[in-house]
């Protein structure tokens, strides 16, 4: 298994304004993903973090508004650029394993709380 | 193109009795499935998954399910229900063998589970 950590765990954010997430797994994953769940509502994929590339992003999200870096097999971040108080959501990391036990298996971060102005 | 259907954005059961949240699911290749739950104010944790064998899978804290392939459903059950299930439940699917495996997970709506004492 793989357990994550998100930082930070909770924010209010004024419009206008950016916050950067960090992801850090304990472990080597092969693949790590941002989801994004506003209230209420079930998760949504924003976009896969492909180390030392471009992340692939989902339809409905863009690099410019979401940018993502993942300079190693263990570490990854979110930007949400540019916030709007629609941006108010959990913000959430997952890492998918490459093999063992936990194979196909997608573990999750605890989540970002953020709420903006 | 894949999908999820949660039947029941709500269900209430007395503690001791029996649960069932019901998923569907849309694949045009054959799936891996899971049922994941998010207790309030936390992160999503594994329940059970299906890949491939035994289409009757059993998960953590008394959980189980059964993939059938002619009713394109996922259901999940527990016996008898304890307080402590109260949660948020969601049924996810992605890609299974044969498909291109990019690891991404499609969720279903979530289902609210409220145990009455």
């Known amino acids: 298994s793989a357990v994550i950590s998100q930082k930070p765990s909770r924010d209010i954010c004024q419009r206008g304004t950016s916050l950067t997430i960090q992801c850090q797994v304990d472990?080597?994953?092969?693949?790590m993903f941002w989801y994004r769940q506003q209230p209420g509502q079930s998760l949504t994929l924003i976009a896969t973090?492909?180390?030392?590339?471009?992340?692939?992003?989902e339809s409905g999200f863009v690099i410019d508004k979401f940018p993502i870096s993942r300079p190693n097999l263990t570490f990854s971040t979110l930007t949400v650029s540019n916030m709007s108080p629609e941006d108010s959501s959990i913000y959430l990391c997952?890492?998918?394993?490459?093999?063992?036990?936990?194979?196909?298996?997608?573990?999750f971060g605890p989540g970002t709380r953020l709420t903006v102005l | 193109a894949q999908s999820v259907t949660q039947l029941g954005s709500h269900v209430s059961v007395s503690e001791g009795a029996l649960v069932l949240l019901r998923c569907n699911y849309s694949?045009?290749?054959?799936?891996?499935l899971f049922w994941y739950v998010q207790y309030p104010n936390q992160g999503l944790q594994l329940l059970l998954k299906?890949?491939?064998?035994?289409?009757l899978v059993k998960g953590i804290n008394g959980f189980e399910a059964e993939f059938k392939k002619s009713e394109t459903s996922f259901h999940l059950t527990k016996p008898s229900a304890h307080m402590s299930d109260a949660a948020e439940y969601f049924c996810?699917?992605?890609?299974?063998?044969?498909?291109?495996?990019?690891?991404?997970?499609?969720f279903g709506q979530g289902t609210t589970l409220q145990v009455k004492p």
């Open positions: 997952s890492a998918r394993t490459s093999g063992g036990v936990s194979v196909n298996e997608q573990f």
């Open positions: 472990s080597q994953v092969t693949m």
């Open positions: 996810a699917v992605s890609r299974g063998p044969g498909g291109s495996n990019t690891g991404k997970l499609i």
């Open positions: 973090a492909n180390q030392g590339s471009e992340a692939t992003y």
């Open positions: 694949s045009s290749v054959p799936p891996y």
């Open positions: 299906y890949t491939t064998g035994a289409t």
